[in-house]
T-cell receptor, first 115, second 114 residues
Framework: AQSVTQLDSQVPVFEEAPVELRCNYS??????LFWYVQYPNQGLQLLLK??????LVKGINGFEAEFNKSQTSFHLRKPSVHISDTAEYFC?????????????FGPGTSLSVIP | SQTIHQWPATLVQPVGSPLSLECTVE??????LYWYRQAAGRGLQLLFY??????ISSEVPQNLSASRPQDRQFILSSKKLLLSDSGFYLC?????????????FGEGSWLTVV
């Protein structure tokens, strides 16, 4: 079974500053990794995902994440944040299987962008 | 393109009353369907998932149930709500079977049990 840890429950950052949201996972099999964003009172939207290939994954809204197998991490980064990036961010993992495997979500990190 | 609809958006129910949240997906066939709950300040908890009509798995023991009467329809129900059932409920879908597929979420339903 897989598990996901997001060490930072809240991250405040000033507008136009860089940000990194941390995600670590645990799994006995190879994994697929995801980052989702949730704006207030809305459902979740996919930011990016890693399935295979290049370990640096680029997503929407200027976000990117890097898969590090040795450190079992998938940290999310953005070089310059905007007020509109204020939201909850969820890291998620599923095992690489030939059939269905559940997606396990982390507890989330609340990003607050300060003007 | 595929869309997911979930309703009602907001619901206030007394303790002990029944619940029915409905979700439909359009533009795809035989999707995997999910119900998640998000309690205030907490992450996502998978409640039920379904890989086909009348094929539903429960992840957490509780007084909620789910049904899938049609291929693209997923219903979350309760006969008697508890205060602890309050939260934000999210329906979601993904393409069938293969892992690694993106999960697409509906807009959510706020349930307050009073």
């Amino acid at each position: 079974a897989q598990s996901v840890t997001q060490l930072d429950s809240q991250v405040p950052v000033f507008e136009e500053a860089p940000v990194e949201l941390r995600c670590n996972y645990s799994s006995s099999v190879s994994v697929y990794l995801f980052w989702y964003v949730q704006y207030p009172n809305q459902g979740l939207q996919l930011l990016l995902k890693y399935l295979s290939g290049s370990t640096l994954v680029k997503g929407i809204n200027g976000f990117e994440a890097e898969f590090n197998k040795s450190q079992t991490s998938f940290h999310l980064r953005k070089p310059s944040v905007h007020i509109s990036d204020t939201a909850e961010y969820f890291c998620a993992v599923s095992g690489v299987q030939t059939s269905y495997d559940k997606v396990i979500f982390g507890p989330g990190t609340s990003l607050s962008v300060i003007p | 393109s595929q869309t997911i609809h979930q309703w009602p958006a907001t619901l206030v129910q007394p303790v002990g009353s029944p619940l029915s949240l409905e979700c439909t997906v359009e533009g795809t066939s035989n999707p995997n369907l999910y119900w998640y709950r998000q309690a205030a300040g907490r992450g996502l908890q998978l409640l039920f998932y379904s890989i086909g009509i009348d094929q539903i798995s429960s992840e957490v023991p509780q007084n909620l149930s789910a049904s899938r009467p049609q291929d693209r329809q997923f219903i979350l129900s309760s006969k008697k709500l508890l205060l602890s059932d309050s939260g934000f409920y999210l329906c979601a879908w993904s393409e069938t079977v293969l892992s690694g597929n993106t999960i697409y979420f509906g807009e959510g339903s706020w349930l307050t049990v009073v």
